[in-house]
């Protein structure tokens, strides 16, 4: 069957999810002393591709939960820019993720790094590769790699240990605790996302992802699952700022994911009417909090979980999405076109 291997990819990720947890906790104690030994005043996040995504979200959880510095900067500009990342005289600690462990960029900004004497951290599915051999210190997704090129269960996974990461830098329980009840919550919102994703979208010809904070990760990811597996047109913004220009393009044909947040549900809800005025077509994802406007579709996970920790169980209708997009338009989202699972330059 067409897609067979990502279908089963996209099911197995709650399954990840409880073993990344495990392999996490087996961590806790060196990354205690990694974080104490450096006494950072900066965390760099960093990836090429998908694995920038998980640094976008990653940075933000860990900068809202930690309230230490944190940013996300794809491979390419430690390369590129190295002075525009690093600040002189700044402690950073640099988290790089890869699901290979053997993506030349992010090889090349884990050297720079060492270079100047800042410690590393690596989360990879790949714990023998070169990234997690020359890391200062490396966590590890044990059941997230995937066989097909593009990434699901090791996007998902890999974010988890990055949230699992800020947490262990910050004593609330109520996180805490929601990151663990992920694995089980999963297992529901996968079927109910794939199942819902194979109804819309069959006659868009235009995809919007919009997420906000720890959300906005997990939109671009969701546009580039669409560009992936689809080819379809996707593009993906804070929400707020698609009113400011890029709404020109939306009416008939486009479809707008709105990945709710519970901090900005009343600003978010205003945008949905002026969605739906324009012609677009407003999937919108939410925890239990009262609907204030009416999307098309509304989809109400009532898990009771914060945005920190929610924003994951978002990523299934993402990948559901350009799954079955691809599917309807005849194409093998196991063999993207033109994809390799890892560039090497
Ligand atoms: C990163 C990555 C993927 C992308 C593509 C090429 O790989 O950019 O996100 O889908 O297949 O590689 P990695 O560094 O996480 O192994």
Redesign the pocket.
Known sequence: MRGARTLQEIGEQPDAWAAAIRSFDERSASLEVLFRERSPDEVIFT??????YISLTAAAVFQQVTRLRAKAVPASEILQYPGGVFARGSRPILVA???????TE?LRALEIARRQGTPTLSL?CAPRSPLARRATLSLHSPAGGERS???TK??SS?LLLGLLLADSRESNPVLHHALRRLPALGKRVVKVALALTREIGAGASRFVFLGAGPMHGIAREAM?KMT?MAQRPAVAYHPLEFRHGPIAAAGPGTIAVLLGSRSGARLEADLVRDLRRYGATVLRLRDDWKALAEADVDVTLDVGLPDEARCLLYLPFGQGLAYHRAIGAGLNPDRPHN?????RL
């Open positions: 990836g090429c591709g998908s694995s920038y993720s890869s699901r290979s462990g053997t993506t992010t990879t090129v593009v990434m090791s996007f890999l580039l992936e994809l390799t699972s890892v560039v």
